[in-house]
């Protein structure tokens, strides 16, 4: 009996020795990825500031220059010499969209989250009203089906909405009649927002660069834009624990799908 007790104290000696040992490691992880967390968050904001600053003044004097050019000897340079300087003027200019959109990429990761609970059927409409104008002449048939409560940042999911709705009437641009829906249903435990329109589509073997920065599946002549905004929209939805995804048949149309969850006081 003695020996037994004595192997079950040497056990549950062994047993805490090893806990302890584990819980040491643990912190000692834990404050290793702190630390990693801390520089790269470092790193991300010395990146934010040179996107923002010290590539942004070349692209000031170069734009400037241009425009001196002009206004002093346009008078005298010939239809190739003006031509070059606004491909210059015009590629500076995208590039300034470019830093631009990829500044507001990097803050998004970075920026608090307001959560309160809206209807997102009423915060849709006022999108819907909101892009109706940039139509013109178009004509564009807009729909928003009925749609719950969500709990989530309403700036930065007003900004998913405009951006998937926008995206719909630029692809939609070939239609004679463009129809774009937008409506949500109830899913386990989250509620999935989908932006439906009839435009170009586009090959779903294609899908995994969607919602990359950058990755363009149009080219820029065929349809404008710099390829961010699908990226801030996975970031934006990443932040609130959820998905996006996209179906498409090439030249019928597409679908774009973000989920929230429900509200859950342990993921705020």
Known sequence: MKKTAEREDLIQMLVHDEARRLNADLDHRCDERTRELQQAQTEVEAFDYCISHDLRAPLINIGGFVDLLVNHAGDTLDATSLHYLNTIATSTYRLGRMIDDLASLTRVGRADLHKISFDLEVMSQHVVDELRPLAGDRDVQWSVGEMPLVHAD??????VLVQLASNAM??????TEARIRINARRGHQETVVSVRDNGVGFDMMLRDRLFHAFR??????EFEGVGIGLARVRRIIQ???????????????ATFHFSLPDANPLRE
């Open 239 to 253: 932040r609130h624990h959820g998905r996006t995804w996209a179906e498409a048949v090439q030249g019928t149309g």
């Open 216 to 221: 363009r599946l149009h080219a820029v002549t």
């Open 154 to 159: 309403p700036t930065l999911l007003r900004e």
């Open 170 to 175: 630029k692809f939609t641009r070939i239609r």
